[in-house]
């Protein structure tokens, strides 16, 4: 067996390498009066102040302290890269809202998107071997999924689990045997298995009662060996015992079905877990909630960058009840009982109701119980965006209306940008997006691949009049989707069902456009329960009281059943879609499809044809068999990808192998990459029979999206692996705007030839700024180059302050004709050594141009920089105190509150000159302290300013040029007010 040497190929930290990491925030005083911020690390204390040097430890203690923000204005909280592990839900309530048009941002702090995870459970530790290879650890409290090194450990079961190509079907599972139709009996077939013996305690049925919809976690009561029946605690929706459709099933849950890798099962009376670890023992997180965010009644929130993960699941599952009213609540439609899901199932990893303007962006969500992000009832204006969710137990965002009749309260949501896959882990009948009961939102460019049913599920119910039915309005589109329906029959990538039930109209509208769907299959065991082939998957399903949908612009291949399926011949309109006659291939807007460039987690895995294979467009999967390389997967066809990537120059590795030409000439391709040929004529079989072959191609990203397309001149093009690698990687001293502190601003990337993922679009009015934390390696003078768009006829000035101080009231920003056309403003400033703050402030109502980044080059002064401690200086009318935090030395001064009160230095300069003195101190009044500064008796700056900081714990600095003489020099300090001066820790010189 010869393996392709690119099998696998993460190219993701790569190009993260070309993405500049979120900056440190600024901590001057003057940035907190527009500001709020507040710190949270792992290795912090809830007991501190919060502050970059004294963080908290848990979020929960940040967002306290955000309820004492008094004041209406932006609070940020900035979270530290780390783990943060819970043992209940975070919840946050209208208390925690943004205020006054503001809003609270938390938001990682130091690190890549994802990398201070919240993590909803605890390690396990005290592990003693049971017998063999499995291990044993008491952990107390039920739960029902595992985790062992981020990967989701499996319940032991019977049959085993055995993962075929199709990653998320579950099978094996054994065929239920023809009987007497029942909701809590099942039949089963005398040969399958030897119940005897078995421990039902904790023993539980997964089911797909009936026809494949929906399936069930069913607690078992009792099995009669005799009778060949298994009793279920509960009643299961759909009946089973049927002939016509006999279920599927399997057991899990029971000890003795623990026989291999990667199982475990919980005794819960003796509240001890059993593992038979996959990699010797890795780390074991054992959940100990559902939800690890429960936000309820709360707006203008975002959560930026944070990764969530495990999460726990429930040992009853069911959706919906068995018959109408089931529910017990009486609601006007009792029959839609069957289609909700039960109320101790509504929740999620990030758990929403009743919440407004809340964004989640940039996180990574990975291995929930049940859903990764669930909205229940009234949510609306809510942002999912450029989120990375994975192995989810149900589906990747469940969006849940009001009962029909109720209100239409969830509405106007973005769900936009998301990378969705490994769905329905737990849940057979998962999917990448689902919207019941729920209008106006939108569902656009994301992928979503790797689910047991659907991609996307948009729901109402049958048999209820339009008007009290919600799910209308909504926009689905630019979605590539593949490998979907891979543990179910008689549903597709994307399906909609009981959204508009009236024949005759009005309808209401749903519109699905711009859709690639590749892959959808499922796995051969779904065909002992539904044998007939007119219920194999298809790309799109008009399923009932679907009339008036609107699909438009699909290209659908390798589906399983015939691309579209109506279930009422009328329902809906279907243009410009693959399985049509006339079909222009040219109206898919191939460029837009699936992730956006900004996409913050880069290109990922590219197995070419596996069933990890993402990112294509179109094209046939296939497995090399019975050949020299029989395990190496490929992409045939005529086919292509686009990989979403920062603008740059990339070396890309292409890697074939043809596993079928028996002769030279059987298959002759060629490849473009940026509409550029890079290789044409390839014959593999010509040039190394059944081995690989590799080429490396060297191409230039401009417009954030690499795109490369196999073209066939004889047969059919394909490819094994690629590798993208390289990249441009920041210049040093680039501060791209993105990842600045955004003030009244928006990111953006719809205008070309920006640095980097984007630029920011400043809201249109006086006092919108953007921030940069700047370190400088030793004070000096800064050589700051702004690159920026302006595609207005009017100037749009800006004022520059460095650490607090206005350097420039204004700069000009003149029109530069369009906005894909940059230019470049050049100034010099002061700067100290370390961290620094620029800002650039609008000076007028039509804010700042578009700004790109900041170029920074700092031209160090003579000589290295020199601490000098206040409590080693002279001291007049003031004291060394230690009573405050985060001074430096052994102390600091406190000057007595009169005027004249001083503190005097005695410096060394190597050579005459002007040299920056750096004033470290701390104002916790809420009035200004001005002094004096006087350089060998001469006073060199008067009255000079030190504002109030945050509190006297909080320490800014204040940079002035001073005259110094070769040699020994005194410096003085001197407070002109009757408040004396400020907490004076440290000067710096030179």
Known sequence: MRRLPMKRLLVAAALLLAVSPVTLPATTAQAATALTQLYVAPNGSDGGPGTAALPFKTLQRARDAVRAVTADTDVVVYVKPGDYYLDAPIEFTAQDSGRAGHRVTYRVWGGPPGSARFIGGQRVTGWTQYKGNIWQAKVGRRFDTLYEDGVRAIKA?????????????????????????????????????????????????????????????????????????????????????????????????????????????????????????????????????????????????????????????????????????????????????RQIEMAPNRTGMIFMTDTANVTITRSHLRNSGYSAIYALFANHDDRIESNLIEHAGYAGVFFEGHYPGEGDVLTHNVLAGNLIHDVGELVGHGAGYILMQSSNNEISNSEIYNSPRFGVYLAGYRGIPN???????????????????????????????????????????????????????????????????????????????????????????????SPVFKTNKSAGVVTNSSWQSGFDESKIDYPNIGLRADYPYGALTIDAGSSTDQQFLHGTRATATGTTAPDATYRHGTFSYRLPVPNGTYAVDLSFLDPLSTAAGQRVFSVTAEGQTVISGLDVYKVAGHNPVNRRVTVTVTDGQLDLAFTPTTGEALVSAIAVSGGVTPPPGRYEAEYATISQGIFENTHTGFSGTGYVNGDNVAGSYLEWNVNAASAGTATVKVRYSNGTTTNRPSAISVNGTTVFASRDYNSTTTWDTWATDTFTVPVNAGANTIRATATTANGNPNIDYIDVDVTPSGGTPVDYQAEDATISQGGVFTNHLNYTGTGFVDYTNIAGSYVEFTVNAASAGSTPLVIRYANGTTVDRPMDISVNGTVVASNVSFPPTANWDTWVTSTKSVPLNAGSNTIRLTATTANGGPNLDKITVG
Do not use: C
């Open 467 to 561: 008007q009290d039915l919600y799910t209308r309005d909504n926009t689905v589109r630019n979605l590539n989707v593949h490998d979907v329906m891979q543990d179910s029959r008689d549903g597709a990538a994307v399906y909609t069902f009981g959204t508009s039930t009236s024949s005759t109209g009005p309808f209401q509208v749903n519109n699905f456009d711009q859709i690639a769907i590749n892959y959808a299959y499922s796995h051969p065991e779904a065909n002992n329960s539904q044998p007939a082939t007119s219920l194999d998957p298809a790309a799109v399903y008009l399923d009932e009281g679907t009339y008036g949908t609107q699909v438009s612009n699909v290209k659908a291949e390798n589906i399983q059943r």
């Open 157 to 337: 079961r019977t049959p085993n689990l055995e993962p075929g190509d199709l990653v998320t079907a579950h099978a094996h599972y054994w065929v239920a045997a023809p009987g007497t139709e029942s909701y809590t009996v099942l039949p089963y077939k005398a040969g399958d298995f030897d119940p005897t013996g078995w421990d039902l305690r904790d023993a539980e049925l997964r089911i797909w009662p009936r026809d494949n919809w929906f399936e069930e976690h069913q607690p078992i009561a009792s099995v009669d060996p005799a009778a060949h029946t298994i009793t279920l605690k509960n009643q299961t929706r759909y009946s089973m015992g049927l002939t016509t459709s006999p279920s599927r099933f399997y057991v899990q849950g029971m000890l003795s079905a623990l026989d291999q890798p990667g199982e475990f099962h919980y005794d819960s009376t003796a509240g001890v877990l059993y593992y038979w670890p996959r990699h010797g023992l890795g780390d074991v997180v054992v959940p100990r909630t559902k939800t690890i965010l429960s936000l309820n009644g709360v707006h203008d929130v975002t959560f930026d960058g944070l990764g969530f993960e495990d999460t726990d699941f429930t040992d009853f599952y069911r959706h919906g009840y068995p018959v109408e009213n089931g529910s017990g609540e009486n609601h006007q439609y009792g029959v839609y009982d």
